[in-house]
């Protein structure tokens, strides 16, 4: 497989803007970047330094003011809202700080709602929900709701709902924020070890030294600009 057809996102030339009020804040600056098929990357810097506006750029969740986004080797520049909604849902995976699990489902049912807005049949959906819980670790919590769940297992939920869908890309915004040290370990090493085996493509932004020593890159932003 050649380096273009093992990229998952790149980024070229990438530029965003944002006005608050007579306030120009000049996000990004010029970023290239390209993920690869597998790959850990992690987003450092300051707050402010533009890793959140990149992640909303990579999740198609916002649009550059100009550059071009490449996702699975199509450009994404003159897709419409529609079509952006579509491969979100198809090709992309979401983990955040605060999990974002529905509390009145189960474990089993909030790891389903990907597959079952994607179409996904029944029979299917409830052999890769099954799939995915043992690979986190949960398949005994299938039926318990997140509130009975601790925030480590809470974390894993969410890693197994984003992958679930067997995505190309993982938008991870501060996973372990919230986890304590040996929690935080495991949450990693799940991540790296199904990352790697399902050759999704994880784009972290973090602050926790502990996530970027297990990555397969680092990178810093800093002013909008990579270092």
Do not use: W
């Not at 273009?4 to 990438?14: C, Y």
């Not at 098929?37 to 750029?57: F, I, V």
């Not at 450009?75 to 700080?97: C, H, I, K, P, Y």
């Not at 049912?109 to 996904?120: Q, R, T």
Request: aromatic share 4%.
């Amino acid at each position: 497989m050649s380096a273009a057809e093992n990229t998952v996102v790149e980024l070229r030339g990438v530029h965003k803007t944002y006005r608050l009020g007579q306030h120009v804040v000049r996000a990004l600056q010029g970023v290239d970047l390209r993920v690869q098929r597998g790959e850990l990357l992690a987003l450092t810097g300051p707050s402010g330094s533009g890793k959140s506006t990149l992640l909303n750029l990579c999740g198609l969740i916002d649009t550059p003011d100009s550059g071009d986004i490449v996702l699975g080797g199509r450009s994404v520049g003159g897709l419409d809202e529609n079509q952006r909604t579509l491969m979100r849902r198809d090709a992309m995976g979401f983990v955040f700080q605060g999990f974002n699990l529905v509390p009145v489902m189960t474990v089993a049912e909030n790891v389903d709602y990907p597959l079952f807005i994607a179409g996904v049949p029944a029979a299917e959906r409830r052999e890769r929900v099954a799939a995915q819980l043992e690979a986190v670790g949960l398949q005994d919590h299938a039926r318990h709701r997140p509130d009975a769940l601790s925030g480590g297992q809470r974390q894993r939920v969410a890693i197994a709902r984003a992958l679930v869908k067997r995505p190309r890309l993982v938008i991870a915004d501060e996973p372990t924020a919230s986890l304590d040290s040996h929690t935080a370990d495991q949450v990693l090493a799940l991540m790296r070890e199904l990352g790697h085996a399902q050759g999704a493509a994880f784009v972290i932004a973090t602050h926790d030294s502990r996530l970027t020593q297990r990555c397969d890159r680092v990178l810093a932003l800093l002013d909008g600009r990579l270092q």
